[in-house]
C-alpha cells in the first residue's frame, strides 16, 4: 500500500472516531492525517512523514482545538432559551422571595426567584433582576 493511502485512511478512520466521540481530537489528528497524505506525495520517506504527521497533529491540537471548542461551544442562552434581555429589569414578586424559594412574574409568566443573600423578600414588592441561573432568576430589592 502507498504511503498516501495509509494516511487517507488514517484520517478517514479518525473523522469516523470524532462522529462517535465528538471531542474535537480526533478531527485534529484526520485533519494532520489528511495534510500528511498530501505531503506523501512529494516525499517518499516514512520516517520524514511519520514526523509530519506527529508535528501536524500536536500543532492542529495546541492551535486549533482551542478555537473549535470556543466557536462550538453553546452559551448559556441557547441552553436555557433565556436571553440577558431579563437581566436589569424590575418585576412583581408573586410568592415570598428566600435563599430556597419564591417566585415573580415577568411578562405574565411565572419565574423561580431567589435572593443570593439571608434576606426575605415579601410577596407585590418590585425587585430587579441581577442574573440567572439555568431557570431560576436572582434578584434583589429596588
Do not use: H
Not at 462550538?72 to 431579563?86: A, H, R, V
Not at 418585576?91 to 443570593?116: M, Q
Request: proline fraction near 4%.
Amino acid at each position: 500500500m502507498v504511503l498516501w493511502q495509509l494516511y487517507t485512511i488514517a484520517g478517514v478512520v479518525c473523522i469516523i472516531l470524532e462522529m462517535i466521540v465528538p471531542s474535537m481530537f480526533f478531527l485534529n489528528l484526520a485533519i494532520a492525517g489528511f495534510i500528511t497524505a498530501i505531503l506523501s506525495l512529494f516525499i517518499n520517506n516514512a520516517d520524514m512523514l511519520a514526523i509530519d504527521f506527529i508535528v501536524l497533529s500536536l500543532v492542529s491540537i495546541f492551535l486549533l482545538r482551542p478555537l473549535l471548542l470556543r466557536t462550538l461551544k453553546p452559551s448559556k442562552d441557547k441552553e436555557t432559551g433565556i436571553k440577558s434581555e431579563y437581566i436589569g429589569k424590575i418585576v412583581k414578586v408573586t410568592e415570598p422571595v428566600t435563599k430556597y424559594s419564591g417566585a415573580i412574574t415577568i411578562y405574565d409568566e411565572r419565574w423561580n426567584a431567589r435572593v443570593e443573600n439571608d434576606d426575605e423578600i415579601p410577596a407585590g414588592t418590585e425587585v430587579r433582576i441581577v442574573k440567572n441561573d439555568s431557570l431560576i432568576m436572582y434578584v434583589e430589592r429596588v
